[in-house]
């Protein structure tokens, strides 16, 4: 394509648009893991991947209200002794990291709170975001390409001129989200009582939604 250039007949204008969106968050993300301790390393392998298939019934009971699960790392790793010669083993540890991410914010708190009940559990997060596919996207692209055109023909308008014909429309960046805490909110309790532990009241955390575009327009000459 050959690439137009400006001339006294047909001026050009080049402007940038942004659109910009403070919006509510559609998912909300947790990290699980489980962890087992022992001096033997049947038992120990046993007891983990009996507190890993408890964590996960529990996160699966919340049905529909939970967009995904998955497994991620899983270590069992021998500790050696502090003391004495050779390769001397004094116990073992193993865990196991889940990640789920839920779309029902009222079950949100109810969850971590349970799951941070079991033996040896630790949760991370939450962590809110959009969905991939979120209309929130779109929405602040369009944004964006509104910008471009009105300042565009501001520009034009100053110049007691009128916008011809787009030329170029480049897309410059899309960004959704804020940073997270590091690490988040960390949870590690072990079950010691009966009695559920209240759920937690979690607030999600609005998301800002950003688009940018770049935009390259031809102009009736003005009468200067």
Do not use: C
């Not at 659109?19 to 392998?45: F, K, N």
């Not at 990640?99 to 949760?123: K, Q, S, Y």
């Not at 010691?192 to 688009?211: C, Y």
Request: hydrophobic share 45%; proline share 7%; charged share 25%.
């Amino acid at each position: 394509m050959t690439q137009q250039h400006p001339t006294a007949e047909a001026p050009q204008v080049t402007v940038r648009g942004e659109g910009r969106l403070e919006v509510e968050p559609e998912l909300a993300r947790i990290g699980v893991a489980v962890r087992a301790r022992g001096t033997d390393r049947a038992s120990v392998l046993a007891t983990l991947t009996g507190r890993n298939a408890e964590a996960i019934a529990l996160v699966k009971s919340y049905g529909e209200a939970v967009a995904a699960l998955e497994t991620g790392a899983l270590s069992v790793t021998p500790e050696p002794a502090r003391h004495g010669r050779g390769e001397r083993v004094r116990g073992y540890q193993g865990w196991v990291h889940l990640t789920a991410e839920l779309t029902d914010f009222t079950a949100l708190g109810e969850l971590v709170t349970r799951l941070a009940d079991l033996e040896w559990t630790r949760v991370d997060g939450p962590w809110w975001a959009l969905r991939p596919d979120s209309p929130q996207h779109a929405e602040a692209r369009r944004q964006a390409v509104h910008e471009a055109v009105r300042r565009a023909r501001e520009y034009a308008e100053a110049l007691g001129t009128s916008l011809v014909a787009l030329l170029e429309l480049s897309d410059t960046g899309l960004t959704a989200g804020m940073p997270a805490p590091a690490g988040g909110m960390r949870m590690a309790f072990a079950a010691e009582t009966a009695e559920a532990p209240a759920p937690l009241d979690l607030e999600p955390q609005r998301q800002t939604v950003t688009a940018e575009v770049a935009a390259r327009f031809t102009m009736a000459p003005p009468a200067l």
